[in-house]
């Protein structure tokens, strides 16, 4: 293929979708006139669908079809959209456009784009009347991804007596071992990204971050509709909403749409589909370091989890088998439950003890924006980091190994006291959606 040429196209098309009877969906999209894609994604559904049950959901396919479109969006960047199967409802078209500028920051910086992607999505003159969401709970869609956090919203959930199945795109080893070790149904997708968008890549095409949890989300959301549940309960934390660094006039934020903007606006967009299923994040209130005190007393879950994202990457020959010990989220998540767990155990978990091999040091101070912004992964605020140093400084366990000393000495001592105290980072917050039914459960498993 010659080399791709972003700048040669004017518009990304959104041409059709489908629900198949068994549950197989396939979306269309196009650039301009020369480059067609169809992305495949598998549903479980528990028997057959008929017409009725497929047009019922029609509104949250339509809002996977646009959301799920960016992965091929991205390649181009193009100036106008054309909605050729039908322009999404106001609060869709608000969300849209979100998730296709700020949540391509990264993407557009990383790339050295000279600006944010500014996507403008037709709409429709009025928004649908829709249908109330269920106000009781009955049965709870946990979507798991194999991590500490989902494991922490599982038994959350689990907590509140409401039905518990859980939820994955694809069963990548750790959610698999997740499932297992929670021991619920567990109910999986499977997507199939059209192979032309590698190819591209390949050629040139503007390739990187893509706000995939909006994705994940929408998938969720449709497998819990098609199969009977009330919500799809994710494990965003509050941390996720806090940005990495400032430019173009916005914050740059790894997370966004995992994020309490991008929650909202979803939300809004899913009330306006007509079906009465909701999503909110069970772990919005808590900051990593408060998830990582529950997960540490949850002990079922220690062998299974893996939160290094080498794991999840596309290309099977660069996946990784367990933790790589040398990426920004590996070294976070040890920061984090180091304060609430022995050097032994966490060396059991990893491998490798992080916090006593000096070459890691710089990895570590990172994560506290010392001489840089915080890392593009999924980790916490500088403020969390800075609080598990400073518990770690005061550790008998962990004072003394090589990391801790370093970051005490050249970190801890230039950082002002009020910052990172672990009492305020581990309080939980009030700015969340939490489902007034289940904030007693969030309250006991998280507030200790």
């Known amino acids: 293929m010659v080399a791709f040429d972003r700048t040669a196209f004017?518009?990304?098309?959104?041409?059709?979708?489908?629900?198949?009877?068994?549950?197989?969906?396939?979306?269309?999209?196009a650039l301009d006139q020369e480059f067609h894609f169809s992305e495949q994604i598998e549903l479980p559904v528990p028997q057959p669908l008929s017409c009725a049950e497929c047009a019922r959901v029609d509104g949250l396919l339509a809002l996977l079809h646009w959301v799920a479109g960016i992965s091929y969006f991205k390649a181009a960047l193009p100036?106008?959209?054309?909605?050729?199967?039908?322009?999404?409802?106001?609060?869709?078209?608000?969300l849209l456009e979100a998730l296709y500028s700020e949540g391509l920051g990264e993407l557009a910086y990383t790339n050295r784009l000279e600006s944010l992607p500014r996507p403008v999505f037709?709409?429709?003159?009025?928004?649908?009347?829709?249908?109330?969401?269920?106000?009781?709970?009955?049965?709870?869609?946990?979507?798991?991804?194999?991590?500490?956090?989902?494991?922490v919203a599982i038994e959350i959930a689990r907590r509140s007596g409401a039905e518990v199945s859980l939820f994955s795109i694809g069963d990548a080893p750790p959610i698999a071992r997740t499932a297992a070790a929670a021991e619920l149904p567990h109910l999986i997708a499977r997507r199939t990204i059209d192979p032309l968008l590698f190819e591209l890549n390949a050629a040139g095409a503007v390739n990187g971050h893509i706000p995939i949890t909006a994705i994940v989300t929408c998938v969720a959301l449709l497998t819990a509709a098609l199969n009977g549940f009330d919500a799809v309960a994710m494990a965003n934390e509050r941390s996720a909403s806090a940005g990495n660094l400032q430019w173009d006039g916005v914050d740059v934020n790894h997370q966004f749409s995992k994020g309490l903007v991008a929650e909202r606006l979803l939300s809004a967009a899913v009330?306006?589909?007509?079906?009465?299923?909701?999503?909110?994040?069970?772990?919005?209130?808590?900051s990593e370091l408060a998830i990582a005190r529950a997960f540490?007393?949850?002990?079922?879950?220690?062998?299974?989890?893996?939160?290094?994202?080498?794991?999840?990457?596309?290309?099977?020959?660069?996946?990784?088998?367990?933790?790589?010990?040398?990426c920004p989220k590996c070294r976070f998540v040890f920061l984090a439950l180091a304060p609430f767990s022995s050097p032994e155990h966490l060396h059991e978990i990893f491998g490798a003890d992080l916090l006593d091999d000096d070459a890691q040091f710089e990895g570590f101070a990172l994560l506290a924006a010392s001489g840089g912004h915080k890392p593009f992964e999924c980790v916490g605020e500088e403020q969390e980091s800075l609080a598990a140093m400073r518990m770690l400084a005061e550790d008998p366990r962990w004072r003394e190994h090589a990391v801790v000393r370093r970051l005490t000495d050249e970190v801890l001592a230039r950082s002002p006291d009020s910052a990172g105290a672990p009492r305020e980072v581990l309080a939980l917050g009030e700015d969340h959606d939490v489902p007034a039914q289940l904030l007693e459960d969030v309250r006991a498993i998280l507030r200790p």
């Not at 009330?271 to 808590?286: D, K, M, W, Y």
């Not at 540490?296 to 794991?311: L, P």
């Not at 990457?313 to 010990?325: F, G, N, V, Y």
Request: charged share 25%; aromatic share 8%.
């Open 10 to 29: 004017e518009s990304f098309r959104f041409l059709g979708r489908e629900l198949g009877a068994d549950g197989r969906v396939r979306l269309d999209y």
């Open 79 to 94: 100036p106008r959209i054309s909605c050729e199967s039908g322009a999404p409802s106001p609060a869709a078209a608000a």
């Open 122 to 151: 037709p709409r429709t003159a009025a928004s649908p009347p829709g249908v109330p969401a269920p106000e009781r709970l009955e049965r709870l869609l946990v979507p798991v991804g194999g991590g500490k956090d989902s494991a």
């Open 271 to 286: 009330a306006e589909t007509g079906v009465p299923v909701r999503q909110f994040s069970i772990l919005r209130g808590a």
């Open 296 to 326: 540490a007393g949850m002990e079922r879950y220690h062998g299974a989890f893996t939160s290094c994202n080498a794991i999840f990457r596309i290309d099977p020959t660069l996946r990784a088998a367990s933790w790589c010990c040398d």
